[in-house]
């Protein structure tokens, strides 16, 4: 398959592709799947042999976690541009947690093995990807520890300074979104 000009410059635009050359990007889309989600459709379940790296075009994901009890957590919020859980696709692990299409979104879709042999052929991709993952482990470490030690008003306002990080002042979530994220107990203020 060969891409077009808005494929490659979708690849160009996004780390970790943007340091490829032209000619690996090219490898990198002649593998590629563009996948189209409607609204509440699952993308993959928590559990399932993760056999593709998923990179969001355009639309808005959210990995979740069912807890024993019952209650979602809102883990991760994906959104154009993003790589999702690259890890389990390449330690060949199974996906850790469940991925739903919060609105009508579009991924792109490179697998495992593709993903594996371009960072075998290319040392500065594999770098590169080693540091993005880093990075995430540094955050799990640190919502780990806010977890653990700090106060809910913390966590709360830890998890909304994130959230306007990531989207800025139009914040795409509705109120059913919130009670998800893993803060304890929303609570509204006393009148």
């Known amino acids: 398959m060969r891409m077009t000009g808005a494929e490659a410059q979708f690849f160009a635009s996004i780390p970790p592709f943007d340091i490829l050359s032209p000619e690996e990007r090219a490898k990198v889309g002649a593998v590629s799947v563009e996948k189209h989600f409607r609204k509440g459709e699952t993308i993959f379940e928590e559990g399932l042999p993760a056999r593709t790296v998923w990179i969001v075009k355009e639309g808005r994901v959210h990995l979740e976690k069912a807890h024993s009890n019952g ?32 609105e ?5 879709g490179i697998p495992s093995d593709s993903f594996s042999r371009l960072m075998a ?7 590169r990807i080693v540091s993005t993952l880093c990075k995430c482990l540094r ?22 300074l994130m959230i306007a990080k990531k989207f800025g ?7 059913e979104d919130t009670p998800r994220f893993p803060v304890s107990q929303w609570k509204r203020p006393s009148a």
């Open 104 to 108: 009508p979104t579009t991924l792109i």
């Open 121 to 127: 052929d290319t040392p500065a991709l594999s770098a």
């Open 71 to 102: 209650k979602v957590s809102t883990l991760c919020v994906m959104t154009g541009g993003e790589l999702l859980c690259c890890l389990p696709a390449l330690d060949r692990g199974g996906y850790p947690a469940t991925a739903i299409a919060k």
């Open 169 to 175: 002042p139009e914040i795409p979530l509705t109120r």
């Open 139 to 160: 955050g799990v470490e640190e919502r780990a520890r806010s977890q653990a030690y700090d106060s809910a008003e913390k966590r709360v306002g830890n998890v909304l």
